[in-house]
């Protein structure tokens, strides 16, 4: 059987204690796969440790245990192979807004003249809407929303294998975020990408995704779903709340944020050595449940040095 584009096995993140009491563990047993090609959610109260996953998946930060791999390939490492959108949309604050489109251009096509670098970056300044001037200035010089289209612009415009979003459209009003995100979803249908994107918002979630990840609270938060969206594409945004299953879903994750993430918190679900599947569900089919958590055997987890 053909390997997941992007698996990722056993993860957890511990922090020590900073006064020498018991260490964090912020989430431990995280489990799951992601195809090529697919558009996958996680969903989760703030501090289960979401924005960790996602650097750990770019490379920029490390699990305590457990391994990411893309194409049968270990991440170590950050890559030009993965785009990143910040929850804090962070620039180079010395590089105009255009320079910081360009500065990942020319590092993934080196042999690209500088007309062509140019041209390709303005594409995507233009598509988040951002040229006309605006694109001359330094990230201080621009709002928050303007700071995020440019981090888009820049993650979208190296056309990476893997996109990891994470709260990409937080700052940006409800008109311009319907925009982007119509982009987004035209860019990804015409490729191979693969996108893992943070959100909070249950109804952008289900407009995007093809499966939504739920994570239980922290500390020892774990992905405890992984909810099927076939709702079938291309998705309207005016009309997708006519679909049958649409608040069947929408209710599953509305109860799972409001009683479920915190129902099954902690770290009593755990059992060594097992690899805990989410449990995967169509909340829009009869019965829901796809498959019953299957826990695998994987390596017996190493305790932390202290
Ligand atoms: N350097 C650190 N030392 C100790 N704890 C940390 C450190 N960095 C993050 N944490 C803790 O790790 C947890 C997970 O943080 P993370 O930013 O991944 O959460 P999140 O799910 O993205 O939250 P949000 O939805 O608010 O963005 C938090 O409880 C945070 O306090
Ligand atoms: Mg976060």
Same mark, same amino acid.
């Given at each position: ?5 992007? @698996? ?12 020498? *009491? ?5 989430? @431990?047993?995280?489990?799951?796969? %992601? ?9 989760? &109260? ?13 490379? #920029?930060?490390?699990?305590? &245990? ?16 993965? *785009? ?7 620039? #180079? ?38 040229? *006309? ?26 056309? +990476? ?6 709260? +990409? ?5 409800? #008109?311009?975020?319907?925009? %982007? $995100? ?17 959100? &909070? ?19 020892? /938060?774990?992905? /405890? @779903?992984?909810?099927?969206?076939? %709702?079938?594409?291309?998705? @309207?945004?005016?009309?997708? %709340? ?57 390596? $017996? ?6």
């Amino acid at each position: 059987m053909e390997k997941p584009f992007l @698996e990722i096995d056993g993860l957890s993140k511990v922090y020590p204690s900073p006064e020498g *009491g018991d260490p964090l563990v912020v989430f @431990e047993n995280v489990n799951f796969d %992601i195809n090529k090609g697919e558009f996958v959610c996680i969903i989760g &109260h703030s501090g289960c440790g979401k924005s960790t996953i996602m650097n750990v998946l770019a490379g #920029l930060d490390t699990a305590t &245990h457990g391994a990411v791999t893309m194409d049968n390939t270990e991440v170590a490492g950050p890559s030009l192979d993965r *785009g990143v959108v910040f929850q804090n949309y962070s620039l #180079l604050p010395w590089l105009s807004a255009l320079k910081n489109v360009t500065f990942g251009v020319a590092a993934r096509y080196p042999d690209w003249s500088r007309k062509q670098v140019l041209d390709h970056s303005y594409k995507y300044l233009e598509m988040v809407g951002l040229s *006309g001037g605006a694109e001359h200035r330094k990230p201080s010089q621009l709002s928050g929303g303007m700071r995020q289209r440019v981090s888009i612009a820049r993650a979208f415009a190296i056309q +990476p294998k893997l996109l990891l979003l994470d709260e +990409p459209f937080g700052a940006l009003d409800a #008109l311009t975020r319907g925009t %982007i $995100q119509d982009e987004l979803i035209r860019i990804w249908s015409g490729s191979d990408q693969t996108v893992f994107m943070i959100t &909070h918002d249950v109804d952008e979630a289900i407009l995007l995704a093809d499966r939504i990840l739920l994570m239980t609270n922290g500390p020892y /938060a774990r992905v /405890a @779903e992984s909810v099927v969206i076939d %709702i079938p594409r291309p998705r @309207e945004r005016a009309t997708i %709340i006519h679909n049958d299953g649409y608040y069947k879903i929408r209710n599953h994750l509305v109860d799972f944020l409001a009683r479920r993430s915190k129902d099954m918190a902690g770290k009593e679900d755990i059992v060594p050595g097992q690899r805990i599947e989410p449990l995967e569900v169509n909340p829009a089919k009869d019965g829901g449940v796809i498959s019953e958590e299957t826990p695998k055997k994987t390596p $017996q987890l190493v305790p932390v040095a202290s």
